[in-house]
C-alpha cells in the first residue's frame, strides 16, 4: 500500500483539515491550528494516516490537546460512522466465519490505516462534543474479558443518549463501522 502522498495531496489535506478546524471550534477551545500545523508538518506519516481518515469520509478533527505530553487528538468527526462498514470486530472473528465473510475486519484495517480503535470514553467524550452515529453504529475496543468469550462492544446515540452495546465480534452490519484516533 501506498503510504506516501504528493505535495498537492499533503496540500489540500492541511486546507480541509484547517477549514473544519476553524469551523468547529466548540471542539478544540483555546487551540491554534498554526501549532497543530506544525506538528503535523513534522510528521509525514501522521498526514497520511489523517489522509486514510480523510478519503474514507471520516473528516477528522482536533478534540483534545494533552498538555503534558503536547499531543493533539484527531478524531473521526463525521455525523455518521465512516465509510468503512461492514467489518467484524477483528481476525480471529473473521477467521471463525465459515460463511458470508466481510471483506475485513476493524482491528486490521485500523491499524493498517496507523488509527486506534477509541474506547467507551473517549467515544463518550466525542458526543459531548456534538451529535454522532445517529443512524449508524461504531465498534469501541472491547476489554480482553469479552473479547475472550467471543464478544464486542460497540456504541451509538439513540433518543438523545449514549448507549453501548455488544455483538458477536464475528457480526457486521452495513450501518455499523468504526472511529478512529490519531494522536500527533
Known amino acids: 500500500m501506498k503510504k506516501k502522498l504528493t505535495q ?7 486546507k480541509t483539515l484547517k477549514a473544519r478546524f476553524e469551523k468547529n471550534m466548540n471542539r478544540h477551545m483555546d487551540l491554534k491550528w498554526e501549532k497543530i500545523q506544525q506538528k503535523l508538518e513534522a510528521s509525514p506519516e501522521k498526514i497520511w494516516c ?3 481518515m480523510e478519503t474514507t469520509e471520516g473528516e477528522p478533527d482536533v478534540v483534545d490537546h494533552n498538555k503534558k505530553t ?6 473521526d468527526c ?6 468503512r462498514r461492514s467489518l467484524c470486530y477483528d481476525y480471529q472473528a473473521w477467521d471463525s466465519r465459515k460463511a458470508n465473510k466481510p471483506e475485513n475486519n476493524v482491528i486490521d484495517t485500523a491499524s493498517e490505516m496507523g488509527i486506534e480503535l477509541l474506547t467507551e470514553e473517549q467515544y463518550r467524550h466525542l458526543q459531548e462534543l456534538g451529535k ?4 449508524t453504529s461504531s465498534w469501541i475496543q472491547t476489554p480482553p474479558q469479552i473479547r475472550e468469550l467471543g464478544g464486542a462492544l460497540f456504541c451509538d446515540r439513540r433518543y438523545n443518549t449514549v448507549f453501548t452495546y455488544h455483538n458477536g465480534a464475528d457480526s457486521y452490519y452495513a450501518a455499523r463501522g468504526f472511529r478512529g484516533l490519531l494522536k500527533i
Open 78 to 83: 463525521s455525523p455518521e460512522s465512516p465509510k
Open 132 to 135: 454522532f452515529d445517529q443512524k
Open 70 to 75: 503536547d499531543e493533539y487528538s484527531f478524531v
Open 8 to 14: 498537492e495531496q499533503i496540500n489540500e489535506l492541511l
Open 50 to 52: 489523517l489522509y486514510e
